[in-house]
Structures are given as C-alpha cells and as structure tokens.
C-alpha cells in the first residue's frame, strides 16, 4: 500500500525558511495538487521527499520507512529543470533508467514517446523546451513506482504539448499510486485533480478535496487560489 | 556499482577519445620533427596528460553536485557509499588507461628513436633487460616497481578522496554558503592540515624504527624489495586509512546532508 507522511517539516536555508512545520498526509489512488507561486515552497517539498536536499526537521515516511536511498525506488520524481545528460541520445537516457531502477518499463517509455513524437535518437542537447517536457513526464511516469512526484510539468510547454501531458498524467493513474503535481498554472491542471495543497510561503495555507472546496466555498480551484494568493 | 561505473565512462568517452586522437596527431607531427620531436612528446605528453586526469576526475564529481544533471545520479537508489566509490574506481580504472596509453607511446616512440639513431631493434636485448627486471640485476626488479606503484595508488587515492570529501562537506554541512569552489579548496586545505597533524605525530612514534632501516639501505646503498616495503609500508597504510577513512565521511554525508 502507498502510502507518504510528512510529519513537521521544516526546511531552512541560510537566511530563509523554505518549508515551516509542514504536515501532511497523501494516499493512494488520488491526484493531489501541489498549488502556490513561485517560491512558496513546492519545490523544496519535492526535492526533501526525492532525497535531493535534507529537512532541517521534521520528517518524512514512506511506506512507514524513513526517507533514505532505499526510498528513491518508491518515488518516480520528475524536476522542473532539465536535468537530463545533455550529451546523451534519447535512447541513452532511457537505457540509464532501465539500468538504475527496477521498475522502469523500457519499452512502454519508447511506445510513449513514440506517441508523443519524441525521437529517441536525438541528442537532449537538440531537443526543444516543449520536447523536454515531454521527455521528462514520458520518462517519470514510465517507472511502475508508488509515488509520482512531478514539479511544474507544464513549465515552458507549449499549449498542444501541454494536452499531450496532461493525457500521459491521466493514464498512468491508478488505484495504487500517489500522483503529486505541483503548479502554479492551476487552470489547466484543475480538472484532473483529486486533492488540492495550498502552499504559501511554506506554510500549509489550504488542504481538501477538490470538489469538496468547489461545493463548500463556491469557487473552482483556481478562483480558490486566486483568492487565497491574492497578496503574495 | 558497476552499472554506474559504465555511465561514469560512457560520459565521458568522447573526451577520451578526443584525448587519444589529439595525442596521436601530435605525436605524429612530433615525430616528423625527428628524434628531438619525438623526445618532447614523451616528456610533456606526462605532464599534459596528468593535468587534464586530475581537471577531469575533480570535474566528474563536482559537475554532479553543482549541476543539476547530478539528479540523474543522486535520484537513483544507491547510497551515498556506493556513489562516492564507484566515483573513485572510475578515476583509478582511467588513470591506469591512461597509464597503458602512456606506455603504448613510450613503446612506439622509444622504436623510433632506437630506429633513428641507425640502430636496431634487437629482441634478445629486451628480453636480456626482462630477464635483468626479474632477478634485480639492474638494482631495481618488478618487486620494486609493484611495490612502488601500489604506494603511488595508495597516496593517489588519499588525495583523490581528500579532494571529494572538501567537496563533499561544501555541499552538504556548507551548502547554504556562496563561493563554493573557494571553500571547497579552505576545506581542502583545512583537511590535509588536519591530516598532516595526525601523520607527524604517528610519525614521530616510528622515527627510530625508520632510521634504523634507512641507514642500512645509504650504507648498502641500495635497497631490496622487502626493505623499500618496509620503508613506504607506514605512509601506504597511513594514505589507506586515510582514503577508507574519507571515503566513509563522504558516503555518510551524501547519504545523510547532501542539498544539492
């Protein structure tokens, strides 16, 4: 069973705080989206439960075990950079992955792209932002992990790539997975979600169902953000 | 491990290559120049060489923790031990290519110059000087040289651990602080003064036992395998240690502070 906690995390950097004494609960078989601008936090949560960068306090359990290498094989983390080898062919990248984690469905990941028009013998270094984007939603969600985590996937992407996101998204949805996706684009990304956070400067201003926070405020999701980040 | 052994070289296969194929065309161009061209190849190509090892095994690790395609590597499931090591045997496993490519031109240019001075190449005569290698006649052996390069490894290795942990340190205890190359290298530094304590105070306790070695070999005036072993066994253990030491320092912090 799926399952991530995030117990009072803090996470302090220099002469800033990122995170305060975030607490949160995400199950399987749900969509949460991870919603606040530019420096609210969604990031630095993402990368502490990826591994890539350590809580100041607090802590983080996934499937009751404590955030540590072994745990990276439950998360299929997509960051918002590109991060990929920019030397390496498309084909390279996956063949890494295949390497690296067991659950990487090599040939599920050409199919997809495949559909999705990225050319697997081009080089990254050639690629288009848009591509990119596609690349890397195409290679996260082509792990069978537990947990997806994907930061920003329609960053830079252009509006008919952005459809073709949001469908590879929506079909890797299943009854055993978390889908976390954090945005601030929330118009596109409302309609498939099931859970919505509200981060504001790291702290967590709104948690619930969506169609709940819909019904009970009378506003969507983004109306709701709109209203709740007004004066950040 | 080995799997990121593979990808620590399949990164950096066209630098290698454009290393050999530059190595090549100078060498030819040298070679034209005759002997004198030839001899300036052997003795700067070394030097060269271990420049550009030393700027590339640095450049391996810290692209990783400074760029973001470090997150190819440190999203996988290896621990920080497993990451930090196979980091190291990939600069020993290129550093003994390069050796063997160093050695291949030795052959071929040494050839030529035999060649060009109107000598020739007579094979008895190697395999007189295998034999004289063997049975120490020429006042070294292959004993002497195992011995010697596996104290080089040793003192290589510390270094090269000692380089990674400043790093290390930087971007997890330190990560949070500007100008990280600069600290990098306090760190270093801070490091091998820390190091150079510790050692001169073992050192101190071995003293006598060294002098008594050392001057039986000035008064033989050469030393045999076993004593250059004794001689280099305290600094190989010592750089050993060292290197085990670090190398655990730097798993744990990559496993436990690392913010990349």
Request: hydrophobic content about 45%.
């Amino acid at each position: 069973m799926s399952q991530l906690k995030i117990n009072g995390l803090t996470k302090k950097y220099y002469n800033k705080t990122a995170l305060s004494d975030v607490t949160l609960n995400f199950e399987q078989g749900k969509i949460y989206g991870l919603l606040g601008p530019n420096g609210s936090g969604k990031t630095t949560l993402m990368k502490v439960v990826a591994g890539l960068h350590k809580q100041t306090s607090g802590n983080v359990l996934i499937n009751d075990e404590e955030l540590s290498y072994k745990t990276k094989a439950y998360i299929s983390y997509m960051p918002t950079e590109n991060y990929m080898y920019a030397s390496f062919k498309v084909v390279d990248i996956l063949k890494f992955f295949k390497d690296m984690y067991e659950d990487f469905r090599y040939d599920y990941a050409v199919a997809l792209l495949n559909d999705i028009n990225v050319n697997i013998d081009y080089k990254v270094s050639n690629l288009s932002s848009g591509q990119i984007g596609k690349l890397k939603t195409a290679i996260a969600l082509s792990r069978d992990a537990e947990i997806y985590m994907l930061d920003e996937p329609l960053n830079g992407v252009d509006v008919l790539s952005r459809d073709t996101i949001m469908d590879i998204i929506t079909k890797s949805y299943s009854e055993n997975k978390i889908i976390i996706i954090s945005t601030h684009l929330v118009s596109e990304i409302e309609k498939i979600l099931d859970t919505v956070i509200f981060l504001k400067d790291g702290v967590v201003e709104l948690f619930g169902d969506a169609e709940e926070l819909r019904q009970t405020r009378g506003l969507s999701v983004e109306g709701l953000y709109k209203e709740v980040f007004k004066n950040a | 491990m080995l799997n990121l052994i593979k990808y620590e070289f399949i990164r950096k296969y066209k630098l290698i290559a454009v290393t050999i194929i530059t190595a090549i065309a100078l060498n030819i161009f040298l070679i034209t120049r005759g002997v004198g061209g030839s001899a300036t190849f052997l003795v700067l190509f070394p030097i060269v060489l271990f420049v550009l090892y030393l700027t590339d095994i640095i450049k391996m690790y810290s692209d990783d923790l400074n760029n973001k395609t470090g997150y190819m590597l440190f999203m996988t499931p290896n621990s920080g031990y497993k990451i930090i090591s196979s980091k190291l045997l990939t600069a020993v496993l290129e550093g003994f290519a390069l050796l063997f490519l160093y050695f291949i031109f030795t052959l071929i240019n040494g050839a030529y110059i035999v060649v060009s001075t109107g000598a020739q190449i007579d094979y008895s005569q190697i395999i007189r000087v295998v034999d004289n290698l063997l049975s120490g006649s020429l006042g070294f052996s292959l004993s002497h040289i195992f011995i010697s390069l596996t104290a080089t490894l040793a003192f290589f290795l510390a270094f090269i651990t000692t380089v990674y942990t400043a790093m290390t340190i930087r971007k997890s205890i330190f990560s949070e602080i500007k100008f990280g190359g600069l600290l990098s290298f306090i760190i270093f530094l801070c490091i091998n003064w820390g190091i150079s304590v510790i050692s001169s105070r073992l050192f101190d306790i071995i003293t006598p036992y060294y002098d008594s070695i050392t001057n039986a070999i000035l008064s033989a005036g050469r030393a045999t395998p076993e004593e250059l072993a004794l001689i280099l066994l305290p600094m190989t253990a010592f750089s050993i240690i060292q290197a085990i030491a670090l190398t655990g320092i730097s798993g744990y912090l990559l496993e436990k502070k690392i913010n990349l």
